[in-house]
C-alpha cells in the first residue's frame, strides 16, 4: 500500500509538471466535437447541457471547458495538482458556472450531481476504487457517471513498444520527456500514414479520426502524456466494469472506444 500510495503521489506531482508546462487547448483538441466523442454513445452533448455537471481530474480544465461550450449549468472542476492554478485561470471567464476544488478525486463533495466525467484519469490512479464510490456518492438518484481509460484489449502492440519505454520514462524529469516525444514524434507520423493506406492496422481509427486532426503540439503532447506519468494501467473489458459495479452503479455499459480504449457508463 505504501508503494501504490508513493506511485500516486509522484503521478500527481507529473501530471502538476506536466500542465503547468503545457496548457492550452486550442481547436479540435479542445472542441465540443471532440468531446461528443469522447461521450458518445452513452452521453450526448444535450445530456451535459443545463445540468449540473463535475470533473474529476481536470488538468488546464479541457473537459470542463468543453462542458461549459456544451451548455453545462455549472462544473465543479476536481484537481490535485499544482495545475490547480491552471484550471483557475484558464476556467476564470466562466464566473460562476465553475468551481475550482484542489482535491484529489475521493473528496468530490456530495452536491447531487446529474453528471460526473473522469476522462484520462482512473487509469493513472493506483487505486481508484475509493474515487469512483465517492463519484457515485456525489451524484443525485439517476445521475450518471462517464469515464474512460485505456483498454488492453485493442492495445497490445503499442503496448509491446510503449511499457518497456516506460520503465524508463517514467523516472525521468519531464523535460528529458518532451524532448523524447519529438524524438518519437516523426515515428508516430510515418505510423498514422501507414494506417492511412492499411486501416485494418492496429490504433488506425484513432489516428485518423482523432490524433491527426490536432495541431502538432497537442500530438507531441499526446505522446508525452503515454511517457510521463509515473503510474498508468490498461484495462480489461471486465476490469473496467467492475470499476463502476463494485461502487454500486446499476446498468453499467462499456464502449470500445475506437478499438483501443473503454467508455464506462453507469447510472446511481
Known amino acids: 500500500m505504501a508503494e501504490l500510495a508513493k506511485d500516486r503521489d509522484q503521478t500527481i506531482r507529473d501530471f502538476g509538471d506536466q500542465w503547468t508546462r503545457h496548457t492550452e487547448n ?3 483538441y479542445g472542441s465540443v466535437e471532440l468531446f461528443a466523442d469522447i461521450i458518445a454513445p452513452y452521453l450526448t452533448v444535450d445530456d451535459v447541457r443545463g445540468r449540473q455537471c463535475a470533473d474529476i481530474g481536470s488538468g488546464t480544465g479541457r473537459i470542463v471547458l468543453m462542458m461549459l461550450a456544451a451548455g453545462a449549468a455549472s462544473v465543479t ?4 495538482s499544482d495545475a490547480y492554478d491552471v484550471l483557475v485561470r484558464n476556467t476564470a471567464r466562466a464566473g460562476d458556472r465553475v468551481r475550482c476544488l484542489k482535491l484529489p478525486g ?3 463533495p456530495r452536491d447531487g450531481f446529474d ?3 473522469s476522462i484520462g484519469v482512473l487509469h493513472h490512479i493506483p487505486d481508484p476504487a475509493p474515487v469512483v464510490r465517492a463519484a457515485y456518492e456525489a451524484l443525485r438518484p439517476g445521475g450518471r457517471m462517464l469515464a474512460w481509460v485505456y483498454g488492453h484489449e485493442g492495445s497490445r502492440v503499442y503496448q509491446c513498444i510503449f511499457l518497456p519505454v516506460r520503465f524508463v520514462t517514467r523516472n525521468l524529469p519531464i523535460w528529458v520527456n518532451e524532448s523524447l516525444a519529438w524524438l518519437l514524434y516523426p ?3 510515418a505510423y498514422a500514414a501507414l494506417t492511412s493506406r492499411f486501416p485494418r492496422l492496429p490504433l488506425s481509427d484513432y489516428l485518423t479520426n482523432v490524433l491527426m486532426r490536432f495541431s502538432p503540439a497537442e500530438r507531441r503532447l499526446v505522446i508525452l502524456d503515454q511517457i510521463n506519468p509515473r503510474w498508468a494501467k490498461y484495462y480489461r473489458r471486465e476490469e473496467a466494469e467492475a470499476l463502476l459495479r463494485s461502487a454500486g452503479f446499476k446498468d453499467v455499459q462499456l464502449y470500445h472506444r475506437h478499438g483501443y480504449s473503454w467508455t ?4 446511481k
Do not use: M
Open 106 to 108: 475521493e473528496g468530490i
Open 264 to 267: 464506462l457508463c453507469g447510472t
Open 187 to 189: 515515428a508516430v507520423l
Open 26 to 28: 486550442p481547436d479540435y
Open 77 to 80: 472542476a476536481i484537481e490535485p
Open 115 to 117: 453528471v460526473v466525467l
